[in-house]
């Protein structure tokens, strides 16, 4: 485990997973939130955005997190492990407003974006019914036979699973 790519809907933990597991593999973190948004929440054009990910691919170590459906192949074709963080929508909403009342809204270099408005919850509300699927058929297309898949369901199944990961780098 290398090269490893975080997805899932926005809420369900894929920031702290990534700031984890880079410390167990070892391997620097990129919270694709952080390289899409500046401090003033304009957007890096959609090709600078491939192109940054084309870099962090080409390293040999990396954990990446967030969705951004539109570059999702780029990482899935250069992984060799993909973490489905794929938590219910009840833990997803709450995962959004939880963030936001620990650590406020803006950017806080720590793989935290927070921005709470309405096309958020609109998105964190549809995931499972709209962009779950279309990441699923995704991972089958650009990922299947040379990447591991891992479904994490819940906060307490990933907490075990980064402990075994962290037992099996001993």
Not at 7 to 14: A, R, T
Not at 31 to 44: I, K, P, Q, S, V
Not at 52 to 76: C, F, H, M
Request: a positive charge; proline letters at 3%.
């Amino acid at each position: 485990m290398k090269k490893v790519a975080i997805v899932g809907c926005g809420g369900s933990g894929k920031s702290y997973l990534a700031r984890e597991l880079g410390k167990v593999l070892d391997a620097p973190v990129t919270h694709l939130d952080a390289a899409f948004y500046d401090d003033e929440w304009n957007e890096l054009p959609m090709d600078k955005f491939a192109e940054v990910q084309r870099e962090l691919v080409a390293q040999p170590k990396w954990v990446i997190d967030g969705n951004y459906n539109s570059t999702l192949q780029i990482r899935l074709e250069a992984c060799d492990t993909i973490v489905l963080m794929d938590v219910s929508t009840p833990a997803a909403l709450y995962g959004i407003f939880s963030r936001q009342i620990r650590h406020g809204a803006g950017h806080k270099g720590n793989g935290v974006h927070n921005r709470i408005h309405w096309g958020v919850i609109k998105y964190v509300a549809t995931y499972r019914r709209k962009m779950r699927p279309r990441v699923m058929a995704k991972i089958e297309q650009f990922a299947a036979g040379h990447a591991d898949v891992v479904l994490l369901t819940g906060r307490r199944q990933t907490r075990r699973w980064l402990q075994r990961v962290a037992t099996e780098q001993r």
